[in-house]
Nanobody, 124 residues
């Protein structure tokens, strides 16, 4: 069983930055890919970014491309989401995920492991 614990959320003004962390532990914690999703009130869960460990390939939603960066820590069990130039539309609960290899990354149903989430609130 893989455990994922997110941290780093908070309330900030538009234009500021936050860095989210996700620490993985447990059996099978080294999964081929890690991801970040978010869910705003009344909306479905959407993919924000994904990191495929082999080759360090990264993918981003169009809405965050150029502002957010997903990366793997040197301990290889922590994944970060660096969020810059935050906008009010980025306000959501952010979830870390991990899973086996799949060609696509945007569908939450393709990710078996989830953290409890960390809230990000951006005010104008």
């Amino acid at each position: 069983q893989v455990q994922l614990v997110e941290s780093g959320g908070g309330s900030v003004q538009a234009g500021r930055s936050l860095r989210l962390s996700c620490e993985a532990s447990g059996n099978g914690m080294n999964r081929p890919r890690m991801g970040w999703f978010r869910q705003a009130p009344g909306r479905g869960r959407e993919g924000v970014a994904a990191l495929y460990i082999v080759g360090q390939r990264t993918y981003y939603a169009d809405s965050v491309k150029g502002r957010f960066t997903i990366s793997l820590g040197s301990d290889e069990k922590t994944v970060y989401l660096e969020m810059n130039s935050l906008k009010p539309d980025d306000t959501a609960m952010y979830y870390c995920s991990s899973g086996g290899y799949r060609a696509g990354w945007r569908n939450p149903s393709d990710w078996p492991n989830w953290g409890q989430g960390t809230q990000v609130t951006v005010s104008s």
